[in-house]
């Protein structure tokens, strides 16, 4: 069974109050602790699809100093993987991203989301079928609400010149939803399993927002 929009608050998987990822974790390419998210750099979430080749494009964005993966936009408090899957949980497969504005924007972010993945697809990505592959954005700030409808028009002109048609991914409104991170082997999956399978549904369009 599959989450519809039908699920509420109500309907959804009780999930519990402890998280499903303990102890200290290490990021598997940069070395340092998932937790906590330092408090210097600038931090984005974003959901494009399976959570493990989408981790991978930030990672190896220059001015990215980490990331990790894991459950965000739903109603279930801390996840399993398997109920996420259930389609019962309402939460996106999302990508958290520690950046340095110095080095790297927030646009440019949002410019490495939009050109990987197809954000017209709705709820998928390919044969990954299901809301919790859907396309997301989870602002942390209104400036970064406003920077990602402003992307996210643009591509759209860009998308609609090419053939494609009107773009499904949501910005999420209000404060950012809790993100929950998703269990020890997922983060940094493709780096410990480099032959997984996970690909990249772009659309072969560049995003040319400013």
Not at 66 to 72: D, E, I, L, N, P
Not at 133 to 160: N, W
Not at 187 to 193: A, E, F, P, S, T
Request: proline letters at 8%; glycine letters at 12%; a negative charge.
């Amino acid at each position: 069974m599959r989450w519809t929009r039908s699920v509420t608050a109500e309907n959804a998987l009780p999930g519990r109050s402890r998280p499903i990822l303990t102890g200290v974790v290490y990021h598997e390419v940069f070395g340092t602790p998932l937790e906590p998210v330092p408090s210097g750099p600038e931090v984005a979430y974003v959901a494009l699809g399976c959570f493990w080749g989408a981790e991978k494009l930030f990672w190896g964005v220059p001015g990215v100093i980490s990331t990790a993966v894991g459950y965000q936009g739903g109603f279930t408090p801390n996840p399993t993987y398997e109920e996420v899957c259930s389609g019962m949980t309402g939460h996106a497969e999302t990508v958290r991203v520690v950046f340095d504005p110095a080095t790297v924007s927030y646009r440019d972010l949002l410019k490495v989301f939009f050109e990987n993945h197809d954000p017209t697809q709705g709820d998928r990505q390919g044969n990954d079928i299901g809301t919790q592959y859907r396309s997301a954005i989870f602002p942390v700030s209104e400036e970064q609400r406003a920077a990602a409808g402003e992307v996210r028009d643009a591509f759209q002109a860009e998308l609609s010149g090419h053939g494609y048609g009107a773009i499904t991914t949501t910005i999420a409104p209000g404060a950012l939803p809790p993100f929950y991170l998703a269990e020890r082997y997922h983060q940094q999956y493709l780096d410990k399993n480099p032959n997984g399978y996970c690909p990249v549904h772009a659309t072969g369009v560049t995003c040319n927002a400013g």
